[in-house]
């Protein structure tokens, strides 16, 4: 979106990240609360469908405010979580056992370490969401990511297909939880296939502002030193090389538009199509991978605080201020 853009209609990719999705909150409330932008699509993955899901019912509930008020409902619910999950990743001692935990996993399944299927992600969107009047009555699409296991390939549910197991399909990591079963096939989280997806916004919907809100930095300034390091760049790289390999694609077919090839309705909208990226930089670097599952409220709140701060800083480079 150039400087001193009167386009007040965007499209929202929302990248999962566990935890680090608070800093997404921080973005949409600060959005909210200008109140000149209004959304087409919202593609979104894992925790971004968490938040996708609640500006969708907030809306729903009381508009722009009531969006705002959900979303701080949502990180609450996480922040307040009691259940074993909260006590193992938020606990004073957390890191130790965390550790523990997550070593597990490289033996047992989760059927195994979680027989009774314990899902706090669970519990708080059956909570808070009603999924058939936000697939009814959503003001703007949805296209919540999810992989399918057989064969890894990327599950988009939208409006018509949105249900509590398709979010809690999109959110499922391997490790912890059992596959989400929909219609005879299982499915994992979406960040294998999608995170998040942007083919939806480019073409199943109009706006040709697409903000892409992430979790984490597409670039790192240092290479990985440690086995640690290494082991965290691994997984960031897992969960966002097929986002990049779409910003790639659409940019290689926006270069070949632009020498004037004869353009068709698609080839005009693909030209017109316009990346806008918010995401924490180096802000999140003094944090270990593994805060992705830090449920600690002040620690949310902080992440809030710098998606706040993130998403006032694309305001105004984008002139949107005065909208």
Known sequence: MAAGSRDATISLALQGGGAH?????????????????????????????????ALAQGWLDGKRDGARAMLARLWESVGAQTSLMRWAFA????AATERILLGLTRYFTPQEMNPLGINP??????????????????PFKLFIAA??????RLMLFDNASLSLDA??????LPQLFAPVEIDGETYWD???AGNPAIEPLVYRCTAETIACVLVQPIERAQPPATAREIGERITELSFSTTFIRELETLQTAQDMLARNFPLTPLGRRLKKIDIQILEPGESLDGYSA?????ARMDFLRDLRDLGRDRAQTWLEKNDILRG
């Open 147 to 152: 992989t399918r296991v057989r064969d890894g």
């Open 190 to 192: 979406g960040g294998y």
């Open 121 to 138: 992600v669970r519990t708080i969107a059956a909570s808070l969401f009603d999924f058939e009047r936000i697939g009814k009555e959503s």
């Open 290 to 294: 593994k805060t992705r599952l830090t």
């Open 91 to 94: 606990s004073p001692a957390g």
């Open 167 to 172: 979010l809690i399909a999109s959110t499922c």
């Open 21 to 53: 999705g608070a800093f997404t909150w921080g973005v949409l409330d600060r959005l909210l609360e200008h109140g000149s932008l209004d959304f087409d699509g919202v593609s979104a993955t894992s925790s971004g469908a968490m938040n996708a899901c």
